[in-house]
């Protein structure tokens, strides 16, 4: 019947949404473990930092500790020169997703940099 499926649709339907932002609150929204340099005051570092809350840290760790072989980062401006570092974003490999058309050049620039940083 037409009038039923309406009004159970449009009762699901606030009732999954609801469920989903009771998740969101209590798991997707925050980490567990504080991140790296989120306290920065430095305008680059905290933009920095933005993305890879987004994009990185799922892999690579909240302290860029690594999630999974070859993704510890903490001190990867020592082995790794800034083209390195900005040619493994662009271009991913081994595991690693590609960035080139996920982040403008500007916001790999800024990871870049950041991460160069950790020696
Ligand atoms: C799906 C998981 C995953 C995500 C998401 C990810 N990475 Fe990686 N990353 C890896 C893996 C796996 C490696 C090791 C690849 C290898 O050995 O060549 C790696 C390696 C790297 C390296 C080289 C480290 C080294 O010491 O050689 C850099 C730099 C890096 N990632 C930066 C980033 C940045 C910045 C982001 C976010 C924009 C990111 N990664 C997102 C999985 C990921």
Redesign the pocket.
């Known amino acids: 019947m037409d009038l039923f499926r309406k009004t159970s649709a449009g009762f699901l339907l606030p009732a999954a949404l609801a469920v989903m932002l009771a998740a969101c609150g209590t798991s997707g929204g925050k980490t567990a473990q504080p991140v790296v340099d989120e306290n920065s005051t430095d305008p680059n570092v905290q933009a920095a930092v933005e ?2 809350k987004k ?6 760790g909240p302290q860029l500790e690594g ?7 903490d001190k ?1 401006g020592a ?2 020169t800034p083209d ?2 900005k040619n ?2 662009l271009h ?6 590609a ?1 080139k058309d ?2 403008s050049e500007d ?2 620039k800024l ?2 940099d950041w ?1 160069a940083s950790k020696k």
């Open positions: 993305l890879y994009n990185c840290l799922v892999c690579h999630k999974m072989a070859n993704t510890k980062m990867v082995t790794l390195e570092i493994k974003i991913g490999g081994n595991g690693m997703i960035y996920r982040l916001e790999i990871l870049t991460l």
